[in-house]
C-alpha cells in the first residue's frame, strides 16, 4: 500500500470516529494550551498528537525551574522550534533538533532574552501567536518570518512563509537542549542531498545517556548548506560532522511570501528508524492534511467526554485539563516496532504493541492512570504490559520514572506496581500478570532498594540513614499492597499475607500521643524536634518528600478508615482533616517550590494531598467531602495562563480536574473503587470504549454542591462509593443535588467504603 494512500485512510478513519461522536460539537475549540505556560504549571504550547512522540513548538528559555517544558508565557522572544517537550515536569530535559528561520547574517548563538538580537532569537507577541490541539503558529517580529507547525505520532511538519530576501536561512542546532551549558555528550550530522539532513545525539541530562535521532527534508533545494562544529563554520565541501556542538546552516534566496516547508521524522532507535517514520507519516507536504488528521485525532479522543453544563471558563478548563491528561505518556517506538529499551538495546515489539515512554509516576498513578481506565480502556493493556517490558530491561527493576528508555529514579517509591495491580483489580485482558508478578515481588521481598531493606528489617525506615524515610516507609506500605493484589490475583496467597502485613509497616511510624506520622531514628526512638508542619527533623535531608506530617500522614491510600482507629474515633478523624484545611501558620524550615496551592496546610498544588479531601468519606461526613472538592475545582484551576496551582506533572493536575468534575474520586487506585465528590457539570457522558457511563447532576442552581441522593444504574444508592465493574460495561449515575449539606447522605456504616479497598 502506498505511503500517502495510507495516510489517506488514517485521516478517514480520524474524522469517522470524530464525526460519530460529538459531531456538533467541537471540542478542541474549547483548549486553551496556555493554561499552565505561566506560573509554575510548566506546560507547553505547541503541535502534538495524543501521546505522540513528537512535540513539536517553541522554546523562550532552556534553563530554569519555570522553563521545564522549554516555554514560559513571561517570555516575549523565541529561540527556535524543536521536536520533544516535557509537559508540566518539575525537572527539565529534551528540546532535541532545534529548527529557527531568519533573515540576515546567520548567528550561531541564541542570544539572551534581554538582547536576542545578539543571536538568532526573534521577539513575538501572543497577540500573533496561537495554539490549538494539533496546531501552532507564530509571527517572528524580528524576521517577518509566520511560523506553522504541525505533527503526527512520530514526526513533525513545518511551514514558514518568508519575506523577500536573499539571506534566508535555517540553523539546525544540536547542540540547544534543556540545561547550560550544553549537556550533549556526542552528535553527529550528515548533509545527504540538497533537500536532506540526518543526525542524532545521545544527552546527558536528566535521563542521562539518552539517544535520539532524526531525519530532516526541506521542500525546497539548498542554495547551499554549511556544516558547523564547535561555532566553527567547516568548508563547503564538508558533508558530515561528529562531536558535541554540532549546528548547520541552510541557505536560500526567497520572495515576499514564498513558503518552505521543513518535515522531520524522530527515532530512539537509529537514523533510518527516523527516515522510516517519516517516510511513512508525512510521505508528502500537505501540511493542511497533517494539521487535519492532528485535529481529528483530538477530536477523537477528547470527545470521550461530552459535558453539558457549566460556563464557558468551566468548559475550557475541564477540555484543556482533559487535553494535558492526552500529553503522556508517550510512543516510544519505531513504525516498524522496534524501540530502544531501558537496557539501551534495540528491541523487536510484538505485532500490534507499542512501546511508551514519559511515565510520571508518583505523580500519575494518582488519578491518570485510573482516568485512563475509563477513558482509554483500549489503551491499558499497552502501558502495562510496556512496563512490564521495562521491569525486565531495566538494571533499575520495577520503573520509578522512565524517560526515553532511560530510568531518571526521580520520586519515591515504585509505583508502577500500583498501575499495574489497578489493571489486574479491573480485569483488564491481555496483560501477562504472571510475567509482571517475577520483578513485582522481587522489588517488594528481596531488592535493598532506597531503603527497602530497613522497611522489612524494622518495620519503617529510619530517619538518621535515610533521606525522605517517613514518605518512603508509607509509599512502600502503599506499594506492597499494590504487589499483594497481583499476588492475589494469581492465586500466591503465601506472599499475598507477608505483603498485606507489610503495607502496614506505616503505623509504625504513627505517634497516638501527637496524631501524626512521625520520623523514627533507627534505635526505635522518636526523632526529637519534630515539628508537623516542617519538612524534616534536621538540616541534613528532608523526613517527607515535597510535604510535611500534615500532609504525608494522609499517605496510606489503600487503607484510609484505619486513621478513623489510629486517630481513636471518626470525630477526631473529622476533625484533623478540619483541621488540616483550616490551619493557617507557616511552614517551618525548608519549602520546597512545589508546596503550594494552599488551603490550610493541604497543598493542592502537589500530589501528596490529592486524595485527602476525599478522605471524608470514610468517617460519615461526605457532605465536607462535597463541599471541599468544589471549592477545590472553583480555586485551584482557572483558564489564564496561571491556572495550575503546581506543576502539571504530566496531566496529574488535570486528571484531578477532569475525574472530579465528574463527581469521584479513586482514593485508592489499585483498590477497583471509586468513592463521591461533588460532581460540577449537570451532565456528562462518558464513553467507556463502546459503552456509554451517563453521569447526571440533577440542580435548581448550579451553587447547589451537595448530594442529596444518588441512583446508581437506575437504582436508589446510599453507599459513598461504588466499584469500577458497576460501570465498566456502561451505565448511569444520577445525583440530586441541593444547597444545603445532607449529613444524613453516606453516615451510616453500611454506605462507607469497604476496609481494605
Same mark, same amino acid.
Request: proline letters at 5%; charged letters at 20%.
Given at each position: 500500500?502506498?505511503?500517502?494512500?495510507?495516510?489517506?485512510?488514517?485521516?478517514?478513519?480520524?474524522?469517522?470516529?470524530?464525526?460519530?461522536?460529538?459531531?456538533?460539537?467541537?471540542?478542541?475549540?474549547?483548549?486553551?494550551?496556555?493554561?499552565?505556560?505561566?506560573?509554575?504549571?510548566?506546560?507547553?504550547?505547541?503541535?502534538?498528537?495524543?501521546?505522540?512522540?513528537?512535540?513539536?513548538?517553541?522554546?523562550?528559555?532552556?534553563?530554569?525551574?519555570?522553563?521545564?517544558?522549554?516555554?514560559?508565557?513571561?517570555?516575549?522572544?523565541?529561540?527556535?522550534?524543536?521536536?520533544?517537550?516535557?509537559?508540566?515536569?518539575?525537572?527539565?530535559?529534551?528540546?532535541?533538533?532545534?529548527?529557527?528561520?531568519?533573515?540576515?547574517?546567520?548567528?550561531?548563538?541564541?542570544?539572551?532574552?534581554?538582547?536576542?538580537?545578539?543571536?538568532?532569537?526573534?521577539?513575538?507577541?501572543?497577540?500573533?501567536?496561537?495554539?490549538?490541539?494539533?496546531?501552532?503558529?507564530?509571527?517572528?517580529?524580528?524576521?517577518?518570518?509566520?511560523?506553522?507547525?504541525?505533527?503526527?505520532?512520530?514526526?513533525?511538519?513545518?511551514?514558514?512563509?518568508?519575506?523577500?530576501?536573499?539571506?534566508?536561512?535555517?540553523?539546525?542546532?544540536?547542540?540547544?537542549?534543556?540545561?547550560?551549558?550544553?549537556?550533549?555528550?556526542?552528535?553527529?550530522?550528515?548533509?545527504?542531498?540538497?533537500?536532506?539532513?540526518?543526525?542524532?545525539?545521545?544527552?546527558?541530562?536528566?535521563?542521562?545517556?539518552?539517544?535520539?535521532?532524526?531525519?530532516?527534508?526541506?521542500?525546497?533545494?539548498?542554495?547551499?548548506?554549511?556544516?558547523?562544529?564547535?561555532?566553527?563554520?567547516?568548508?563547503?565541501?564538508?558533508?558530515?560532522?561528529?562531536?558535541?556542538?554540532?549546528?548547520?546552516?541552510?541557505?536560500?534566496?526567497?520572495?515576499?511570501?514564498?513558503?518552505?516547508?521543513?518535515?522531520?521524522?524522530?527515532?530512539?532507535?537509529?537514523?533510518?528508524?527516523?527516515?522510516?517514520?517519516?517516510?511513512?507519516?508525512?510521505?508528502?507536504?500537505?501540511?493542511?492534511?497533517?494539521?487535519?488528521?492532528?485535529?481529528?485525532?483530538?477530536?477523537?479522543?477528547?470527545?470521550?467526554?461530552?459535558?453539558?453544563?457549566?460556563?464557558?471558563?468551566?468548559?475550557?478548563?475541564?477540555?484543556?485539563?482533559?487535553?494535558?491528561?492526552?500529553?503522556?505518556?508517550?510512543?516510544?517506538?519505531?513504525?516498524?516496532?522496534?524501540?530502544?529499551?531501558?537496557?539501551?538495546?534495540?528491541?523487536?515489539?510484538?505485532?500490534?504493541?507499542?512501546?511508551?515512554?514519559?511515565?510520571?509516576?508518583?505523580?500519575?498513578?494518582?488519578?491518570?492512570?485510573?482516568?485512563?481506565?475509563?477513558?482509554?480502556?483500549?489503551?491499558?493493556?499497552?502501558?502495562?504490559?510496556?512496563?512490564?517490558?521495562?521491569?525486565?530491561?531495566?538494571?533499575?527493576?520495577?520503573?520509578?520514572?522512565?524517560?526515553?528508555?532511560?530510568?531518571?529514579?526521580?520520586?519515591?517509591?515504585?509505583?508502577?506496581?500500583?498501575?499495574?495491580?489497578?489493571?489486574?483489580?479491573?480485569?483488564?485482558?491481555?496483560?501477562?500478570?504472571?510475567?509482571?508478578?517475577?520483578?513485582?515481588?522481587?522489588?517488594?521481598?528481596?531488592?535493598?532498594?532506597?531503603?527497602?531493606?530497613?522497611?522489612?528489617?524494622?518495620?519503617?525506615?529510619?530517619?538518621?540513614?535515610?533521606?525522605?524515610?517517613?514518605?518512603?516507609?508509607?509509599?512502600?506500605?502503599?506499594?506492597?499492597?499494590?504487589?499483594?493484589?497481583?499476588?492475589?490475583?494469581?492465586?500466591?496467597?503465601?506472599?499475598?499475607?507477608?505483603?498485606?502485613?507489610?503495607?502496614?509497616?506505616?503505623?509504625?511510624?504513627?505517634?497516638?500521643?501527637?496524631?501524626?506520622?512521625?520520623?523514627?531514628?533507627?534505635?526505635?526512638?522518636?526523632?526529637?524536634?519534630?515539628?508537623?508542619?516542617?519538612?524534616?527533623?534536621?538540616?541534613?535531608?528532608?523526613?517527607?518528600?515535597?510535604?510535611?506530617?500534615?500532609?504525608?500522614?494522609?499517605?496510606?491510600?489503600?487503607?484510609?478508615?484505619?486513621?478513623?482507629?489510629?486517630?481513636?474515633?471518626?470525630?477526631?478523624?473529622?476533625?484533623?482533616?478540619?483541621?488540616?484545611?483550616?490551619?493557617?501558620?507557616? /511552614?517551618? @524550615?525548608?519549602?520546597?517550590?512545589?508546596?503550594? #496551592?494552599?488551603?490550610?496546610?493541604? %497543598?493542592? =498544588?502537589?500530589? $501528596? &494531598?490529592?486524595?485527602?479531601?476525599?478522605?471524608?468519606?470514610?468517617?460519615?461526613?461526605?457532605?465536607?467531602?462535597?463541599?471541599?472538592?468544589?471549592?477545590?475545582?472553583?480555586?485551584?484551576?482557572?483558564?489564564?495562563?496561571?491556572?495550575?496551582?503546581?506543576?502539571?506533572?504530566?496531566?496529574?493536575?488535570?486528571?484531578?480536574?477532569?475525574?472530579?468534575?465528574?463527581?469521584?474520586?479513586?482514593?485508592?487506585?489499585?483498590?477497583?473503587?471509586?468513592?463521591?465528590?461533588?460532581?460540577?457539570?449537570?451532565?456528562?457522558?462518558?464513553?467507556?470504549?463502546?459503552?456509554?457511563?451517563?453521569?447526571?447532576?440533577?440542580?435548581?442552581?448550579?451553587?447547589?454542591?451537595?448530594?442529596?441522593?444518588?441512583?446508581?444504574?437506575?437504582?436508589?444508592?446510599?453507599?459513598?462509593?461504588?466499584?469500577?465493574?458497576?460501570? /465498566?460495561? @456502561?451505565?448511569?449515575?444520577?445525583?440530586?443535588? #441541593?444547597?444545603?449539606?445532607?449529613? %444524613?447522605? =453516606?453516615?451510616? $456504616? &453500611?454506605?462507607?467504603?469497604?476496609?481494605?479497598?
Amino acid at each position: 500500500m502506498h505511503a500517502s494512500f495510507r495516510f489517506s485512510l488514517l485521516l478517514a478513519s480520524a474524522l469517522a470516529v470524530s464525526g460519530a461522536r460529538g459531531a456538533s460539537l467541537d471540542v478542541t475549540q474549547l483548549v486553551n494550551e496556555f493554561i499552565g505556560t505561566g506560573g509554575h504549571g510548566h506546560t507547553h504550547p505547541g503541535a502534538t498528537v495524543p501521546f505522540g512522540m513528537v512535540a513539536l513548538g517553541p522554546d523562550t528559555f532552556n534553563d530554569g525551574w519555570d522553563w521545564c517544558s522549554g516555554y514560559h508565557y513571561s517570555d516575549s522572544s523565541i529561540m527556535g522550534f524543536s521536536h520533544t517537550h516535557l509537559s508540566g515536569t518539575g525537572i527539565g530535559d529534551m528540546l532535541d533538533v532545534l529548527v529557527m528561520p531568519g533573515t540576515g547574517p546567520t548567528k550561531l548563538v541564541p542570544g539572551t532574552r534581554e538582547k536576542p538580537e545578539e543571536g538568532y532569537r526573534s521577539r513575538f507577541s501572543h497577540a500573533e501567536e496561537k495554539a490549538e490541539p494539533g496546531y501552532y503558529s507564530v509571527m517572528l517580529k524580528d524576521y517577518g518570518i509566520q511560523a506553522e507547525l504541525s505533527a503526527t505520532e512520530r514526526a513533525g511538519i513545518h511551514r514558514y512563509t518568508f519575506p523577500q530576501s536573499d539571506s534566508s536561512h535555517f540553523i539546525v542546532d544540536l547542540i540547544h537542549g534543556y540545561g547550560q551549558p550544553s549537556r550533549v555528550r556526542a552528535a553527529e550530522l550528515r548533509i545527504v542531498d540538497s533537500t536532506t539532513i540526518v543526525g542524532g545525539r545521545t544527552v546527558n541530562g536528566w535521563a542521562r545517556g539518552r539517544r535520539i535521532f532524526f531525519a530532516m527534508k526541506f521542500s525546497k533545494p539548498f542554495q547551499s548548506a554549511e556544516l558547523v562544529t564547535q561555532h566553527q563554520v567547516l568548508d563547503a565541501g564538508v558533508k558530515e560532522t561528529s562531536g558535541t556542538a554540532q549546528q548547520a546552516l541552510i541557505h536560500y534566496a526567497t520572495k515576499a511570501g514564498e513558503v518552505i516547508y521543513v518535515k522531520v521524522g524522530i527515532s530512539g532507535v537509529s537514523i533510518e528508524g527516523a527516515v522510516q517514520n517519516l517516510d511513512r507519516e508525512i510521505p508528502g507536504w500537505d501540511f493542511a492534511a497533517v494539521r487535519q488528521a492532528a485535529h481529528a485525532a483530538w477530536q477523537r479522543e477528547l470527545s470521550k467526554i461530552l459535558i453539558e453544563g457549566g460556563d464557558k471558563k468551566q468548559r475550557e478548563i475541564f477540555y484543556t485539563a482533559m487535553f494535558h491528561t492526552l500529553e503522556a505518556p508517550t510512543l516510544f517506538d519505531d513504525v516498524d516496532g522496534k524501540y530502544r529499551g531501558m537496557d539501551g538495546q534495540v528491541h523487536q515489539l510484538p505485532a500490534g504493541s507499542h512501546n511508551y515512554s514519559t511515565f510520571s509516576l508518583w505523580d500519575t498513578y494518582r488519578a491518570g492512570h485510573p482516568l485512563f481506565t475509563l477513558t482509554e480502556a483500549e489503551r491499558v493493556p499497552d502501558l502495562v504490559n510496556c512496563l512490564i517490558r521495562m521491569s525486565e530491561e531495566s538494571p533499575a527493576g520495577m520503573p520509578v520514572w522512565p524517560l526515553q528508555g532511560v530510568e531518571t529514579g526521580t520520586m519515591t517509591g515504585y509505583h508502577s506496581a500500583s498501575v499495574i495491580a489497578e489493571a489486574a483489580v479491573k480485569g483488564f485482558q491481555g496483560i501477562d500478570f504472571a510475567r509482571a508478578y517475577g520483578p513485582m515481588r522481587k522489588r517488594a521481598l528481596e531488592d535493598d532498594f532506597r531503603g527497602l531493606g530497613y522497611f522489612r528489617k524494622l518495620g519503617y525506615i529510619p530517619s538518621d540513614m535515610v533521606s525522605e524515610s517517613a514518605t518512603r516507609t508509607l509509599e512502600y506500605s502503599y506499594d506492597a499492597w499494590a504487589v499483594a493484589q497481583v499476588a492475589r490475583h494469581l492465586g500466591k496467597m503465601d506472599d499475598y499475607k507477608l505483603l498485606l502485613a507489610q503495607s502496614r509497616n506505616y503505623r509504625n511510624l504513627f505517634d497516638k500521643s501527637v496524631g501524626f506520622i512521625r520520623p523514627r531514628l533507627e534505635s526505635g526512638e522518636w526523632a526529637p524536634s519534630f515539628d508537623p508542619t516542617a519538612t524534616g527533623t534536621t538540616p541534613k535531608w528532608r523526613d517527607f518528600t515535597e510535604s510535611n506530617s500534615w500532609q504525608g500522614t494522609w499517605a496510606a491510600q489503600h487503607e484510609p478508615e484505619a486513621y478513623v482507629e489510629l486517630l481513636g474515633s471518626a470525630q477526631a478523624f473529622v476533625k484533623k482533616l478540619d483541621d488540616l484545611f483550616n490551619l493557617h501558620v507557616e /511552614i517551618k @524550615g525548608e519549602v520546597p517550590a512545589d508546596m503550594t #496551592g494552599l488551603v490550610g496546610m493541604y %497543598a493542592h =498544588g502537589n500530589e $501528596p &494531598s490529592h486524595h485527602v479531601a476525599y478522605l471524608y468519606d470514610y468517617a460519615g461526613a461526605a457532605y465536607k467531602t462535597q463541599q471541599r472538592v468544589r471549592d477545590l475545582l472553583d480555586r485551584q484551576y482557572d483558564n489564564q495562563p496561571d491556572g495550575l496551582a503546581g506543576n502539571e506533572d504530566c496531566g496529574q493536575m488535570s486528571a484531578w480536574y477532569v475525574i472530579s468534575a465528574l463527581g469521584f474520586y479513586a482514593v485508592n487506585p489499585a483498590g477497583g473503587n471509586y468513592v463521591f465528590g461533588s460532581p460540577l457539570f449537570d451532565k456528562a457522558v462518558v464513553h467507556v470504549g463502546n459503552r456509554q457511563l451517563t453521569v447526571e447532576a440533577k440542580r435548581s442552581s448550579p451553587a447547589d454542591q451537595y448530594i442529596q441522593s444518588v441512583t446508581l444504574n437506575g437504582k436508589p444508592y446510599g453507599k459513598v462509593w461504588f466499584s469500577h465493574a458497576a460501570v /465498566i460495561q @456502561g451505565g448511569s449515575i444520577v445525583f440530586r443535588m #441541593g444547597s444545603r449539606p445532607n449529613p %444524613a447522605f =453516606g453516615a451510616s $456504616p &453500611s454506605a462507607l467504603p469497604p476496609a481494605g479497598q
